[in-house]
């Protein structure tokens, strides 16, 4: 019976490594999977930076405000013991490209009409109607009624956007985009604003003096429209 060949494993890559041109070849493929590896490990560190960059917000920035007021007026002859109610409608045409509404403030003034010396004031009420006004409703800062009995002016104010004072800011992020979305938003400040009058008059005590019954009140309306701006600082 005829033995088989057999083929020794360990001789057979001693041999491999003892020739000239093998050893270049496990050389070349070597060096080139070392390369790879720290090409791939540098590539790794480099991704996890810019990673961190990103989550950790490493980046200053001021947030600063760009502003304008846009204003409205009206005037009403609201009789005594009646309510008056005026709608102002707020939607993009009154906005300028890039600019929100930030906040509404509203003056109301009036003097005694009745021309009669003595005639005291009357006694005027005013509310902002919480309806569908995509606004800041319950905000700390809002004024949203007021009243006067003796001439002087009421001052009503409604938060529109979210946060939004008109105060610079400081912020970190990653990059400008980043930074000036929460101040991009749409939608708010959009809607109808309804503005409720109430009047009750007070007629003079002087003997022949004229009825009073009735009071013109002058409404003003400021609109605050802002666009923000990002500036990177050094710190």
């Known amino acids: 019976m005829t033995d088989e060949p057999s083929f020794d494993i360990s001789s057979g890559v001693s041999e491999l490594f003892d020739e000239p041109i093998a050893n270049k070849i496990t050389a070349g493929i070597v060096a080139f999977f070392l390369v790879f590896l720290t090409l791939n490990t540098f590539d790794l560190v480099s991704n996890s930076d810019n990673v961190r960059s990103i989550v950790d917000g490493d980046n200053n920035w001021i947030i600063s405000f760009d502003e304008q007021i846009i204003t409205l007026t009206d005037s009403v002859i609201v009789a005594d013991g009646d309510t008056e109610i005026r709608t102002f409608t707020l939607d993009e045409t009154l906005l300028d490209e890039g600019y929100r509404f930030g906040g509404i403030s509203v003056t109301l003034t009036y003097t005694e009409t009745s021309g009669w010396p003595g005639d005291p004031a009357d006694s005027v009420f005013a509310n902002l ?107």
Request: net charge negative; no cysteine; aromatic share 6%.
């Open 129 to 235: 109607i919480q309806n569908d006004l995509n606004a800041q409703w319950q905000d700390n800062n809002n004024s949203l009624s007021g009243s006067s009995n003796d001439g002087s002016q009421i001052d009503l104010d409604l938060r529109a956007y979210p946060g939004y004072d008109g105060q610079e800011t400081n912020t970190t992020g990653y990059n400008e985009i980043q930074v000036l979305e929460k101040w991009k938003m749409d939608g708010f400040g959009i809607g109808e604003l309804e503005l409720e009058i109430t009047v009750e008059t007070t007629t003079s005590p002087i003997p022949l003096s004229p009825n009073d019954n009735e009071e013109e009140v002058n409404i003003t309306i400021e609109l605050t429209v802002f666009q923000a701006n990002a500036s990177k600082t050094t710190e």
